[in-house]
């Protein structure tokens, strides 16, 4: 399919905007705290945005699509367990991490464990940024250009993932925040006028249940279900979001920057409101190329189908821009995150004394140093079926115990730094070991006492392996020496009961607690009516 002059006038006002408004964001940048947490001044709007379209990428749009193709509107469930994954950042963490002002998440740990823990952690968030969020983006991103418009595809991933790298060099945080802002915009827009189009196409809401098996409606699946276990998804995928949203830097590092604890949460809350339309907007797609198109060979290609066949002209200009900016949307975020880790984490480690400037460069090294290894490996990913189920897999397998350190080590004082090590060894070690072994045969699998039905869902294996990890978490911290008191001030859960934390008196339709009721009380309502 060829794009019109609408279409591409469209996308040029849109590329025109976004470079623009990133580029002059660097222009303000004269601190270190200016450049990596945008002179710690955001209001909730553009958090909430800005967390959101770090969220979301491509592989969203095409990921989500393609598993709602195969597994039904379940798979939006991923989206829906988000806005309980954000009441951890909400409550727990996010006073802390105010509380210490840090730039950084393993700055926390350091703060809580010591700078082992920090260096370890945050050099795992570097390689796991560009094999499972860049790479990911950029190839989700090749694969919907290439069959849609027919573009190359590795020009595709050089391009774009240059172009988002120059604005989010330049502006730091502060580009990325604001040009979030008009991204989320556009590809909500985008996401709606698919979806509606689709709609229409298979006869609305009621012609396309006529069209499809019940089953594909169902928001919940049985414990033995090999993919979407309610098990699973109600505990497992809980703290690998809870992971996601309180303690990976991409997405955390836009509360940091927030003018005070109260805009922050309120931030938090917003993202948490524009997950929940995510199951109708960008997984619901799935089914309705399902209902469409039943024979596709793969099924990550429904969403460039329902593009190539349904928008019409000026509508798929929009399509391209939408997806373009969750792509650099997401790309920007990790770009940006990426450089604070490295900087903060790593060159100050040996340069601690370095100027402001010198950070700033730094960071801007780092930025294009990532954005190549991440096109260099994107068309490794190609090899995979469904990317959404891939990025699943090393999310719940890494991510899982992960989520543990953080809340043992906040909710419990004994957990020490030898205990969080072997943890994190052991994890390191028996993942990807269990990951490998999922891939084999069943009759060639390692482990044959885990080839029962309630232990072959690959989400409840990852929990046994994150049980194991927790359990060498805690022996090992009850045989080594409790933590020095210093580590546990500002880091642990008797801090929140304090109240010296200077923030401004807010009006009720202000307080963060009335929002986060209503949209945690609404999901789960619209949760149990699709059941």
């Known amino acids: 399919m060829h794009l019109t002059h609408w279409d591409w006038l469209i996308i040029a006002v849109y590329a025109v905007v976004i470079v623009t408004i990133g580029l002059r964001a660097g222009r303000k940048q004269h601190t270190s705290e200016d450049y990596f947490l945008a002179g710690r001044k955001l209001r909730w709007p553009f958090i909430g945005a800005s967390i959101y379209a770090a969220n979301i ?8 699509a393609g598993s709602a193709y195969v597994l039904g509107l379940a798979i939006g469930a991923y989206e829906w367990i988000a806005v309980f994954c954000l009441v951890p950042l909400i409550l727990i963490f996010l006073p802390l991490y105010i ?49 849609v418009l027919g573009w ?20 730091g945080l502060g580009a990325v925040v604001y040009t979030d802002a008009i991204q989320t915009i556009v590809l909500l827009a985008a996401a709606v006028a698919l979806t509606t189009i689709g709609l229409h196409h298979v006869g609305g809401f009621g012609g396309l249940q006529a069209k499809l098996d019940p089953s594909m409606f169902s928001m919940v699946r049985p414990a033995t279900d090999p993919d979407l276990p309610w098990p699973g998804i109600f505990i497992g995928v ?37 997950k929940t339309l995510n ?64 900087t903060r984490d790593f060159y100050l480690k040996f340069r601690p004394d370095a100027t402001h400037e010198r950070q700033i460069l730094v960071g801007r090294i780092a930025v294009l140093a990532v954005f190549t290894l991440g096109a260099v490996w994107a068309p ?4 995979y079926k469904s990317l959404f189920i891939y990025l699943q897999n090393v999310s719940a397998y890494l991510m ?47 482990f044959q006492f885990l080839n029962t039905p309630l232990l072959t869902p690959w989400l409840h294996r990852a929990m046994i392996v994150t049980v194991v990890c927790v359990v060498l978490l805690v022996v ?15 880091t642990t859960l008797h801090c929140l009961w304090e109240e010296d934390l200077d923030q401004p008196a807010v009006r009720w339709f202000k307080d963060y607690r009335l929002w986060l009721s209503l949209v945690c009380g609404s999901t789960a309502l619209m949760w149990y009516w699709m059941r």
Request: some cysteine; aromatic content about 14%.
């Open 400 to 446: 899982m115990p992960f989520a543990f350190i953080f809340f043992f080590g906040v909710f419990w004082k004994r957990i020490n730094a030898q205990g969080v090590l072997a943890c994190m060894l052991v994890s390191f070690i028996l993942c990807p070991v269990m990951m490998y072994n999922n891939q084999l045969k069943p009759e060639d699998q390692w």
């Open 476 to 490: 090992v911290s009850l045989l080594t020496p409790r933590p020095a008191p210093a580590k546990l001030v500002n």
């Open 380 to 383: 490794i990913i190609g090899g």
């Open 152 to 171: 190359d595809r590795l020009t595709v991933i050089w391009v774009v993932g240059f172009v988002t790298a120059v604005y989010t060099m330049k502006g």
């Open 99 to 147: 509380r210490t002002r840090i730039y950084t998440v393993p700055e926390f740990l350091e703060k809580r464990f010591s700078p082992s823990v920090r260096l370890l952690f945050s050099g795992f968030m570097l390689a796991m940024s560009v094999v499972a969020k860049i790479a990911i983006s950029l190839w989700a991103a090749a694969l919907v250009f290439s069959t």
């Open 279 to 342: 199951p109708l907007l960008i997984v619901l797609p799935g089914l309705i190329a399902k209902a469409l198109y039943p024979d596709l060979e793969r099924a990550d290609d429904a969403y460039p189908m329902l593009l190539k066949n349904l928008m019409p002209v000026g509508l798929l200009g929009l399509t391209i821009a939408g997806l373009t900016a969750a792509l650099m949307g997401h790309l920007s975020a990790t770009y940006n995150s990426i450089a604070t880790l490295f």
């Open 238 to 274: 809980f703290f690998v979001g809870s992971f996601y949203f309180s303690m990976d830097q991409v997405l955390v590092q836009r509360v940091f920057a927030a003018k005070n604890l109260n805009e922050g949460r309120l931030g938090a809350v917003f993202c948490a409101f524009l």
């Open 57 to 64: 990428s491509t592989e969203h749009f095409v990921g989500l």
